[in-house]
């Protein structure tokens, strides 16, 4: 199996307060894994793990393995530049630049060094393209993204991470300010994306995580309860705190 996302003993404490205990966790390649749980449980702890987001924090302290690509990203001398260009993060309320549509997806490239024009322009347009939003905005690339609708804003969001050439795709609850239909959208383009990128999503949508995960993960407590086939965990869960929760008996 080729796992792109491997932890081990993963333990997480804000001050003295445990937010993730003991987490063993190892996601595939190419594929949409979600994470569920009630709130305050460690969804979106653990995946900010994944880019060090949580360093941040003061008084945070992470104990444990956590490997991306085989490399141990806890490691103190590991440069958070290249991390954070390799695994992107989609947030909540989509949060573009206050730029040009242009330079919300070349930011990163320049933030990388890329001066060149045309790598400039090539990168906007396969990125655009790749989240469906090109064809629309391409006589509209040098007006402010704060004019585009939350979902097309999103989808920029994405684009912006796409220009870097990432290798995952964080996404904490990124369909929560969308409407349905707008929902429906972001859910196609996650799972066309996949084809390219490992995703991981965090959601209290429990209907969305059964539509769009290939495996899923139930957390509670700062534990990680279960993790399986998301069919596996919907139809027949092993553990009972699970089945609670999917049948809405808490949470």
Do not use: W
Request: contains cysteine.
């Amino acid at each position: 199996m080729d796992y792109i996302i491997e932890t081990e003993k993963l333990n997480l404490f804000y001050g003295t307060f445990q937010a993730l205990i003991d987490i063993n966790l190892r996601i595939e390649k190419n594929i949409i894994t979600g994470l569920i749980g009630p709130s305050g449980c460690g969804k979106s702890t653990l995946l900010r793990v994944f880019n060090r987001m949580n360093d941040m924090i003061e008084g945070v302290k992470t104990t444990g393995s956590v490997k991306i690509a085989e490399k141990e990203i806890l490691d103190s001398q590991i440069d958070l530049i290249s991390l954070r260009k390799k695994v992107g993060m989609v947030f909540q309320r989509p949060n573009p630049f206050p730029l040009s549509i242009y330079e919300n997806v070349a930011y990163g490239l320049r933030v990388h060094g890329q001066k060149g024009k045309k790598v400039l322009e090539e990168a906007v347009e396969k990125s655009l393209s790749a989240v469906l939003l090109f064809d629309d905005l391409k006589d509209k690339l040098y007006m402010n993204a704060l004019g585009l609708t939350l979902e097309q804003q999103q989808r920029l969001c994405i684009a912006r991470l796409l220009a870097v050439v990432p290798e995952v795709l964080l996404m904490d609850e990124p369909c929560s300010a969308l409407d349905p239909l707008a929902t429906m959208r972001i859910e196609e383009l996650m799972i066309e994306l996949k084809k390219l990128y490992t995703i991981v999503i965090v959601t209290h949508n429990m209907q969305q995580a059964a539509r769009v995960s290939d495996q899923c993960g139930f957390m509670l407590l700062g534990e990680l309860i279960e993790f399986n086939e998301t069919e596996q965990i919907f139809t027949a869960p092993a553990e009972k705190r699970t089945e609670d929760y999917i049948t809405g008996r808490f949470g």
